[in-house]
């Protein structure tokens, strides 16, 4: 029998998981839409991955998990570790690129940059008000366009001269693609321009102030965007690495991180058939009104969270009922 380990990323857009073997090696892989139901996207790729694992003697040994829901998923799942994403991020991309000093990362709706001295994070930086930056933006524009957002790489290299977009907002880069285009703008240098854009805002606020070197990684679901590469070479005047697996770098970083956790018998898959429910409420038991989330396996409670204080500690009182 194989030793294996799962590691799981959560994201609002993606869903991502992998799982390795003792060397990193990664066995299976799958990447899907979370499509706002993160607890249905894992029972989805879980059941994926076991189908990709199904003929061999695996068995999973530790899970953990990453990603905007990653303490929920880490209770569904049973998870050892539960990491953020800075974190996973960093430990994946460290396995792939020993010597990386920068990461940047681009992902559906968030993006980040991370910076690394002798294989150690020592600082880092996330997106907060705007997502003029991220994969979204380059989704919605895609869709105004009337093409799939994957063709945006390959249209954008044929430019000679992209358009020069605002890109401080999403707002003011959608008014300006418009005016372009109705300007007799070609549909490649607008294309190509949102690229530049993109990068131009991510360097401007994600990475404001940050002292950028290389060997710069760059990853993420935006990664795959040949376009988006070049705007980060020209800004950079730097090669830009891009690992086949760049969109998988969290769950790997946190498949990594669980080997540590491992425990004496393997993590069954098959979930397919239990049912997981969260359930909210305000709880009434001070002035705090703290907002409660239940959540139950098979109708049993296995978690919550949400309080401040032990009165609104439903597992307490789950207990004192029992």
């Not at 060997?215 to 040949?226: C, L, R």
């Not at 769950?251 to 991180?257: E, F, P, Q, S, Y």
């Not at 139950?296 to 597992?315: F, Q």
């Amino acid at each position: 029998m194989q030793t294996a380990y799962l590691g799981i990323d959560t994201g609002s857009i993606s869903t991502k998981g992998v799982i390795i073997d003792e060397n990193n090696k990664i066995l299976a892989a799958d990447y899907i839409w979370t499509e706002g139901d993160p607890i249905g996207a894992v029972k989805k790729i879980v059941n994926l991955l076991r189908q990709q694992i199904n003929e061999r003697n695996i068995s999973i040994f530790s899970i953990g998990t990453t990603g905007s829901a990653r303490k929920l998923i880490g209770v569904m799942l049973g998870a050892k570790v539960v990491k953020n994403e800075i974190t996973a991020h960093a430990i994946g991309t460290l396995s792939v690129f020993p010597d990386v000093q920068t990461i940047f990362e681009i992902g559906g709706q968030d993006s980040k940059i991370i910076l690394i001295d002798d294989g150690v994070v020592v600082d880092y930086a996330m997106n907060t008000i705007c997502a003029a930056g991220t994969g979204s933006f380059l989704s919605s524009q895609a869709k105004r366009l009337g093409m799939e957002v994957t063709e945006f790489g390959e249209i954008a290299l044929a430019s000679k001269n992209p358009s020069k977009l605002a890109a401080r907002c999403t707002v003011f880069a959608e008014s300006d693609m418009v005016h372009k285009a109705q300007i007799g703008h070609k549909k490649e240098d607008i294309i190509a321009g949102l690229c530049t854009a993109v990068v131009a805002n991510y360097l401007n606020n994600v990475g404001k102030g940050k002292r950028i070197k290389a060997p710069i990684v760059f990853q993420g679901g935006v990664s795959k965007n040949a376009g988006v590469i070049r705007a980060f070479e020209e800004a950079t005047h730097e090669k830009i690495h891009v690992d086949p697996n760049s969109h998988l770098m969290g769950a790997l970083g946190v498949a990594i991180l669980s080997k540590k956790a491992k425990r004496e018998t393997p993590f069954p898959l098959n979930i397919s058939d239990i049912t997981y429910e969260t359930m909210g409420y305000d709880c009434k038991g001070c002035p705090n009104h703290c907002e409660i989330i239940c959540f139950y396996k098979d109708g049993i409670l296995i978690d919550s969270w949400g309080n401040r204080c032990a009165n609104g500690n439903p597992m307490q009182q789950s207990l004192k009922n029992a």
